[in-house]
Nanobody
Framework: QVQLVESGGGLVQAGGSLRLSCAAS????????MAWFRQAPGEQREFVAV????????YYTDSVKGRFTISRDNAKNTVYLQMNSLKPEDTAVYYC????????????????????WGQGTQVTVSS
């Protein structure tokens, strides 16, 4: 297991930007594929983006393609989510997740694939 701590959430107007960070503990960060999920009030937790262990591969949910970018810095044990052109429907608690499964790419969009989670950071986009 790896411990994850998110930061960078806040209140922003529609069209604005935020960058979320997720700091991981331990010295084996590069063993983990990392993802961001989000959960709006009354909704299921949904997949947002995922990045492979060394950052070669990334996948996004359709609603954020072209607006969000996931990246990682293995030297800093940190994964990022740059969010641009934010919309009110992006309002949610954003969670960082990690998996060391070698088959993560088969079901990267499922929360059950990920065994470690952060506590979440609130993102609120006003119209």
């Amino acid at each position: 297991q790896v411990q994850l701590v998110e930061s960078g959430g806040g209140l922003v107007q529609a069209g604005g930007s935020l960058r979320l960070s997720c700091a991981a503990s331990g010295r084996t960060f590069s063993r983990y594929a990392m993802a961001w999920f989000r959960q709006a009030p009354g909704e299921q937790r949904e997949f947002v983006a995922v990045i492979s262990r060394i950052g070669v591969s990334t996948y996004y949910t359709d609603s954020v393609k072209g607006r969000f970018t996931i990246s990682r810095d293995n030297a800093k044990n940190t994964v990022y989510l740059q969010m641009n052109s934010l919309k009110p429907e992006d309002t949610a608690v954003y969670y960082c997740a990690a998996t060391d499964s070698t088959s993560w790419s088969i079901a990267y969009y499922k929360k059950e694939t990920f065994g470690s989670w952060g506590q979440g950071t609130q993102v609120t986009v006003s119209s």
